[in-house]
């Protein structure tokens, strides 16, 4: 019995073989898989399929008459009450109540599982974000990439890849010894070294390797900086590993850029490159000739004076994840790395790999905050920078994922903290946990009146127009979450559950669950049961896949 979009596609590729085979016509033709649609207009059925359009010229056979034998062997079963032909040969199903109805019964057996699928099985993928360099506190781009970075990790899980969590810091290079410098500065009392951090933050750094070793203002200038530093990198990535835990976001790999020094890592990749003729000598350094693959110009990998440079980080890095197992290395990276995509591309074909199968670049645009419209400086601890740990304080955990994770990562974002912090539907987050809630209060009801939904139930019940809305919308989860996952849109999965709440709240309102007055639960009530807590289930889902809490209460 068909009773999910899944089920019926296949029973509609299960008709279409039929009736290919008993006409004498190939039936290498059909898909590997079939799909179906919901109608723009409702009185067109609860789903359509184009099957016949897609194979009717390839199998020698007539669109419209193609689909009503489908349409014929479809009807066959009881789950179908209806399937009519429209236009050239589109095939519109109408799905019985009860195989309607089914759909809840499916998402209470299968419970947290329910919308997890197998479409992404057997990939391994990288995926790092976040990345920000241990010299100060996360600003508030580098939090939306934790927040649509973290989900993603989850939406890819969901339909069945294996993932890897990375957060790479890069703790070598000039960047770290200004930040040395700077916080030897602060505690000796001197000016800000030209290019180098400001801000409270380091004069609490500063103090508190003053506190680890008293005496590291008398030590030799050079040994003095190694020691702000090293213990300055060291305090500055345990705040923002803290920040990040609280955050809800816990990577399964930090990796340091100086392990890939310490480990001979660039050398060996220079010899990769060499040994693929990529690699050359001019005005004494060593370059890599990444315009052959597209990028602007080619790349330094050696410096003049010996140095390596980003970019041979960059490929050893790269490497470096090639060989521990990721058939796929996904990296979300801010606006103002667009320029990296090029050079990251023709890097991986300069190391022998495909970037259309093997490295996969997200730019993400820019958050502004605003409050009654006008701009947002919050932070006095880093300057004019608003940090993780502001934004967390101003609106909340779930509020600050949701809302990032809300929108497209190519969408720039006007995020106003008067609307994030309401307690009301114009707040989406709020909207979405309060239908959860409702539901989480009907069943504590029902429990204190001793009304259970039992372990079966009629679902040919569940007839109502508002009922019939809430299991298409329950249906089409997992082909939401399947989609998110395969586009790199978490902002899908929140929108998806904004509607069905909506669409929960508008079934509430229409059909009464509880009896009135103590009376005993009858069968409908029963299967509405059955019905709501199927939604509270996938509201549930929806939210921890975006590592949002689901509250029942608020």
């Known amino acids: 019995m068909p009773v999910t979009p899944d089920q019926l596609a296949e029973a509609i590729l299960a008709a279409a073989t039929t009736v290919l085979t008993r006409q004498g016509a190939d039936i290498s033709v059909l898909p590997a898989e079939g799909s179906v649609e919901r109608p723009k207009v409702p009185d067109h059925g609860d789903y359509s399929s184009t099957i016949a359009l897609q194979i009717a010229k390839k199998a020698g056979l007539r669109p419209r008459e193609l689909a009503e034998a489908i349409a014929g062997e479809l009807t066959a079963d009881p789950a179908i009450t209806k399937a009519e032909i429209a236009g050239p040969g589109f095939i519109n199903v109408w799905l019985s109540p009860a195989a309607a109805g089914a759909v809840a019964g499916v998402i209470v057996g299968r419970q947290a599982a329910y919308a997890h699928g197998s479409g992404l099985a057997g990939q391994q993928v990288n995926l790092e974000f976040v990345s920000a360099n241990p010299t100060g506190p996360i600003h508030l781009g580098g939090v939306r990439w934790a927040a649509v970075g973290d989900a993603l990790g989850r939406l890819l899980r969901s339909q069945g890849a294996g993932v890897t969590t990375e957060y790479y810091f890069n703790d070598a290079g000039a960047q770290i010894d200004r930040f040395g410098e700077s916080l030897l500065a602060a505690a000796s009392g001197e000016p800000v070294p030209d290019g180098g951090y400001a801000g409270e933050y380091i004069q609490e750094i500063a103090r508190a390797v003053i506190d680890m070793h008293p005496g590291v203002l008398s030590e030799p200038p050079a040994r003095a900086l190694e020691i702000f530093r090293s213990e300055g990198i060291a305090l500055m990535f345990a ?77 050893a890095y790269y490497l470096d994840k090639r060989r521990r197992g990721a058939d796929k290395v996904m990296i979300v990276l801010g606006a103002d790395h667009h320029g990296y995509v090029g050079r990251l591309r023709a890097m991986a074909r300069c190391l022998g790999d495909d970037p259309d199968e093997t490295l996969e670049i997200l730019i993400g645009q820019l958050v502004n905050l605003v409050r009654a419209g006008q701009p947002v400086r919050m932070s006095k601890r880093a300057g004019n920078v608003v940090t993780i740990d502001d934004i967390v304080g101003a609106i909340g955990v779930d509020a600050t994922r949701y809302a990032l994770a809300r929108y497209s990562l190519d969408t720039t974002i006007d995020l106003d903290l008067d609307l994030w912090t309401q307690r009301g539907n114009d707040n989406p987050v709020y909207y979405v946990q309060y239908a959860h809630a409702r539901i989480a209060s009907l069943l504590r009801t029902a429990a204190e009146s001793g009304i259970s939904r ?22 089409d989860f997992p082909s939401v979450v399947a989609s998110a996952a395969e586009l790199r849109q978490p902002h899908r999965v929140a929108r998806y559950l904004e509607d069905l709440s909506g669409t929960y709240h508008r079934f509430y309102d229409a059909c009464r669950v509880l009896p009135r007055d103590n009376a005993p639960i009858d069968d409908l009530g029963r299967a509405r049961l059955w019905l709501a807590d199927a939604a509270r289930i996938v509201l549930a889902n929806g939210l921890r896949l975006l590592g949002v809490t689901a509250p029942d209460r608020l």
């Not at 920040?243 to 480990?263: N, P």
């Not at 039992?454 to 249906?475: Q, V």
């Open 239 to 315: 705040e923002i590993k803290s920040s990040l835990a609280d955050f809800g976001v816990q990577f399964d790999v930090y990796f340091a850029e100086r392990s890939l020094h310490e480990r001979g890592e660039l050398d060996a990749a220079l010899v990769t490159l060499r040994e693929s003729g990529h690699a050359y000598e001019a005005d004494g350094a060593t370059w890599v000739r990444t315009t052959d693959y597209g990028d602007d110009k080619d790349r330094v990998y050696v410096r003049s004076n010996g140095e390596f440079t980003y970019f041979a980080a960059d490929c």
């Open 454 to 475: 039992g372990t079966h139930y009629n679902a040919g019940l569940l007839s109502h127009e508002r009922e019939n809305d809430l299991l298409k919308a329950l249906a």
